[in-house]
């Protein structure tokens, strides 16, 4: 209890200093929403006019305290642009993103361990040095070339996959989850190698420890060795760099998003900056710093469930 | 007497490193009757464990058994099964317990599953049943609450419980043989003499012959029938332990036992320690392989090999020496030690 209270503590501070910086950070940027909403067309006295409407005018710190004061009360504001207030702008499209993360991740989790496993076993001989090679290749690959490669391969030339076309769950589970197997396809040639190379080293140290020894001596196949007795405990810096990838993909990815025409979390941050929507910006860097402090609270939470060492300190302290 | 349980001949393991091979283990021939307990003793680094872990079958793959080595176990030559015949072997054939139970227990695997596995992959024992026989294992090692052990964790037992957990582990398959690995080295000295009466009184109960390694000639002494003790990859002297103890041949054997604190000797008296260290084994010297280090050494000791030799009142008390003490006239020095 006492452990989740401190967490708690963490994130307030962390909301703070993120929204203070994000607020005096997007104030810099040259422009702001009143020009966007009065059209090119319009006059300086029109602009003006909008602008002290929307308080816009006042300085930057006083805005910002406001602003602290009705997110503490719940309120998010509402986008200068749209009106659709800031929290529902997000909800409704945070399961895309969370939708993309979770398919990005099985992936790259379905790529990292069977070849993680595979290279530690054999580590040094040509297979783990067949991996390593194919894992840097992929890794070199950035995440837009890889989807563009994708959509060229995949979609034009074999025509087995759409190349953007978002469709809702309410259209039928696999018209939805195709959608998403490129976009996260795209992220997940990245992130597996990570994930694959980290997973890699903490085995290779776990297969030299004397409980692998005992349980081989105990005439146990290699891959029940292996599966049963090495993989968990090489599993915690994995699960560390996991968390820190979901918290990076549950904001959503712009680039993805945007090239896959997918409506989700990181499309309406990357509109909101364009337009200088301050409130709406402002709305999505808090929510991913939430998310970000929860998902690791989770991998936190997950170490305990992994470690029994982990259990007993947390009850003792 | 029949055949024997294990026999090795010639039993060499070389590790490659980048300094060169090194003769960890070098032309080690024993045999080990059914139901015996041989104490395997030497000094660190003399190849014990290694030679240990070359009859469990779990050396690293940079390891080398070169070819006119042979380890027979129960008629069957270890080294020529393939790997799943040889996994066949450990477990229900040969046990082993390691070392230092703090690290030999998986620590995320609950005790009673850890007990219970290798019975669940030999005999096709159901979870419930292996169980049950966990706690009655754990019951039989001297394990307080073990209905309630069963389910725990390594670190929730000290470490004199772990090693009667590991050892629990190692009857759970009943093994012909057992292998124990210095099993009191890491341990509190209050809790030593109990893994070791308790490792006893199981052998004895099961009829098993067990392998106990140390490097402690005390330990062995009334635990052990035979006694080999080992320097520099190599057995140096070997024969019953009685023999070995009251006509000690071997200058490194009675090196070993000088360095035992004892009780009969002034309190705050300076321990005897064998000056230098063990050979590099890489490039050993040619002639006897303790000789650098001996007291009595000749010039022939650092040139040739010495053979292997019989002690002339028991023919299998046997020892590698040029210059072997001469056990009756040992005694009257030792005497008259005392006496000045």
Redesign the interface.
């Known amino acids: 209890m006492r452990y989740v209270l401190k967490r708690v503590r963490r994130l307030i501070v962390v909301v703070f200093a993120v929204t203070l910086f994000t607020f005096l950070l997007v104030n810099v940027l040259p422009g702001d929403v009143a020009y966007d909403i009065a059209g090119q067309d319009a006059s300086e006295e029109e602009v003006q006019a909008i602008r002290a409407d929307l308080g816009l005018d006042r300085p930057v710190m006083i805005r910002y305290v406001e602003w602290l004061g009705d997110f503490v009360q719940g309120d998010w504001g509402r986008s200068f642009r749209t009106d659709e207030p800031v929290a529902e702008a997000i909800w409704s499209r945070f399961p895309v993103s969370l939708e993309l993360m979770v398919v990005a991740q099985v992936f790259a989790l379905i790529l990292a361990v069977p070849f993680g496993i595979f290279a530690a076993y054999r580590a040094g001989r040509t297979v783990d040095r067949t991996i390593a090679t194919a894992g840097f290749m992929s890794l070199s690959i950035p995440s837009f070339m890889a989807a563009i490669l994708l959509i060229l391969v995949v979609s034009l030339n074999l025509g087995w996959l759409p190349t953007s076309e978002y469709e809702p769950l309410s259209e039928g589970l696999w018209a939805n989850l195709r959608a998403f197997i490129l976009p996260a396809l795209a992220i997940a040639l990245s992130e597996w190698v990570v994930l694959m190379r980290v997973l890699r080293a903490d085995l290779i140290g776990v297969l030299q420890?004397?409980?692998i020894?005992?349980?081989?001596?105990?005439?146990?196949?290699v891959w029940?060795v292996i599966l049963?007795?090495a993989l968990?405990?090489a599993s915690f810096s994995m699960i560390t760099i996991l968390g820190l990838q979901i918290g990076t993909l549950i904001g959503g990815s712009i680039i993805i998003e945007s090239i896959f025409a997918l409506p989700g979390v990181g499309r309406l941050l990357i509109n909101a900056i364009y337009a200088r929507d301050f409130i709406v910006v402002q709305g999505v860097v808090v929510f991913i710093a939430f998310a970000y402090v929860l998902v690791n609270f989770i991998v936190d939470l997950l170490y305990a469930v992994?470690?029994?060492?982990i259990r007993?300190e947390r009850s003792d302290g | 007497m029949a055949a024997p349980l294990l026999e090795l001949s010639n039993v060499s393991t070389h590790f490659h490193s980048p300094a060169g091979r090194v003769r960890a283990v070098d032309g080690v021939s024993f045999t080990l009757e059914a139901g015996q307990t041989l104490g395997l003793v030497g000094e660190s680094g003399s190849g014990k464990s290694v030679l240990a872990r070359t009859i469990m079958g779990l050396l690293p793959s940079y390891a080398e058994i070169p070819e006119g080595s042979a380890i027979s176990f129960n008629g069957q030559n270890l080294l020529t099964l393939d790997r799943k015949e040889r996994r066949a072997i450990s477990g229900p054939g040969i046990g082993m317990i390691f070392q230092d139970p703090m690290t030999s227990l998986n620590p995320v695997m609950k005790i009673g599953q850890q007990v219970y596995e290798g019975m669940r992959h030999h005999f096709g024992t159901s979870r419930k049943e292996g169980r049950e026989r966990a706690v009655e294992l754990l019951t039989e090692v001297g394990i307080p609450q073990p209905d309630v052990r069963v389910d725990q964790y390594p670190h929730q037992l000290s470490g004199g419980m772990r090693q009667r957990v590991a050892i629990a582990i190692a009857l759970a398959c009943e093994p012909k043989l057992l292998i124990a690995d210095e099993p009191t080295t890491a341990l509190d000295v209050t809790v030593q003499a109990g893994i070791l009466d308790l490792l006893q009184r199981e052998q004895r109960d099961r009829g098993m012959t067990m392998i106990l390694i140390t490097h402690d000639l005390g330990v062995v002494a009334g635990r052990c029938d035979n006694v080999a003790v080992m320097y520099a990859g190599g057995i140096v002297e070997t024969g019953t332990t009685r023999s070995l103890f009251a006509r000690t041949r071997m200058r490194y054997t009675q090196a070993l036992l000088d360095s035992i604190p004892r009780l009969d000797r002034p309190p705050h008296e300076r321990l005897k320690s064998i000056g230098g260290r063990p050979p590099n084994l890489i490039n050993p010297p040619a002639g006897c392989r303790f000789a650098p280090r001996c007291s009595h050494r000749l010039a022939q000791c650092d040139t040739d090999m010495p053979p292997i030799t019989s002690d002339e009142q028991d023919a299998s008390h046997r020892f590698a020496c040029w210059h072997p003490r001469d056990p009756d006239a040992a005694m009257q020095e030792t005497a008259g030690g005392d006496a000045a």
């Open positions: 420890q004397d409980y020894s005992l349980a081989r001596a105990k005439g146990l196949p029940h049963r007795h968990k405990p992994l470690d029994p060492r007993t």
